[in-house]
C-alpha cells in the first residue's frame, strides 16, 4: 500500500451561506482512499479549477468508469441564472425546481454511484485504488463545480443568502421553502461525507465499521425521503399560490 499521505477536504454544512471555518485543520490518510464527498460548495466558483470548464446553462452529461451508464444533468438556462430578486415569483420558482432537479442528479445519480464503485474497484488492490480514487476525484470535482454554480444562481436571485431581500408576502415564504430543503441537504451532505469515510475505513482501513456504514446510510436515504416530503409540501403550497394568482 502507498504510504504516502494526502489530505482530507475540510468537512463543511454544503449550504449557500457563510460559517466561520473555526476547526480547519487539515486531516491526512492513504492516498488509495477515495476522498469523501466535500460538504460545502459555497466557495466552489472561486476555489474550483474545473468550474470555468463547466457551463450548466447547457445540458451536462457525465460518464466515466465508475457510471454504470453516461448521467445527463438538467442544466438550467440562461433566463433562470441571471434572475434577479426583482423577478416574477413563478420565475424564482422556476429556479428552484431546475436547481433542485440538477441537485438531485448530481448528488443521487453522479456522485453516490462513483463512489460505490470507487470502493468496488479499489478493493482489487493498490493499483486500482489508486485509479479509482483519482477517478472519483475527478468525478467529485465537476460535480461539486455544477452545484456551486447552481447555488450561486440562487444566491444571486436572493433565495439563498446573503442576498435574500425577497421581503414579506409569496416570496418570502417562497425563501423559507427553499431555506428548509438547503437544510435538509446539508445535513445529507453530511452524512454522506460520514458514510463515506466510515464505507473507505472498512475497504482500507484497519477497522470494521461495516454496521457504522449500515446506519450512516439509513441515515442518508431517510435525509433523501425528507426532502422529498418537503419537496411535495412546497409543491402543494405553490400549486394554492398560482390558484389565487390565476383568480386575481
Not at 431581500?165 to 418570502?172: A, F, L, P
Request: charged share 25%.
Amino acid at each position: 500500500m502507498l504510504s504516502t499521505a494526502i489530505p482530507v477536504l475540510p468537512g463543511h454544512c454544503g449550504c449557500s451561506h457563510g460559517h466561520d471555518r473555526a476547526g480547519e485543520e487539515e486531516q491526512y490518510r492513504d492516498p488509495v482512499q477515495p476522498d469523501p464527498l466535500p460538504t460545502d460548495t459555497s466557495d466552489l466558483p472561486s476555489k474550483s479549477e474545473a468550474i470555468d470548464a463547466v457551463d450548466i446553462s447547457r445540458p451536462l452529461f457525465f460518464s466515466s468508469p465508475l457510471l454504470p451508464s453516461v448521467v445527463r444533468v438538467p442544466h438550467l438556462p440562461t433566463t433562470l441564472l441571471a434572475l434577479a430578486p426583482a423577478a416574477p415569483l413563478a420565475a424564482l420558482v422556476a429556479q428552484f425546481k431546475a436547481v433542485q432537479a440538477t441537485r438531485t442528479a448530481v448528488t443521487r445519480h453522479v456522485l453516490d454511484p462513483a463512489f460505490t464503485a470507487s470502493l468496488t474497484r479499489g478493493a482489487a488492490g493498490p493499483d486500482h485504488a489508486t485509479y479509482a480514487a483519482n477517478e472519483y476525484a475527478r468525478v467529485a470535482g465537476r460535480g461539486m463545480a455544477v452545484l456551486g454554480q447552481a447555488h450561486a444562481a440562487m444566491r444571486k436571485s436572493g433565495l439563498l443568502p446573503p442576498a435574500e431581500v425577497m421581503g414579506d408576502g409569496k416570496r418570502s415564504e417562497l425563501a423559507q421553502w427553499v431555506r428548509q430543503v438547503q437544510a435538509l441537504e446539508k445535513r445529507r451532505i453530511e452524512v454522506t461525507a460520514e458514510y463515506q469515510a466510515t464505507a473507505g475505513e472498512t475497504v482500507y482501513g484497519e477497522r470494521d465499521l461495516s454496521e457504522e456504514v449500515e446506519v450512516k446510510a439509513a441515515m442518508r436515504d431517510r435525509l433523501v425521503e425528507e426532502i422529498n416530503e418537503v419537496l411535495e409540501e412546497f409543491q402543494a403550497w405553490y400549486a394554492e399560490v398560482a390558484d389565487d394568482e390565476d383568480d386575481e
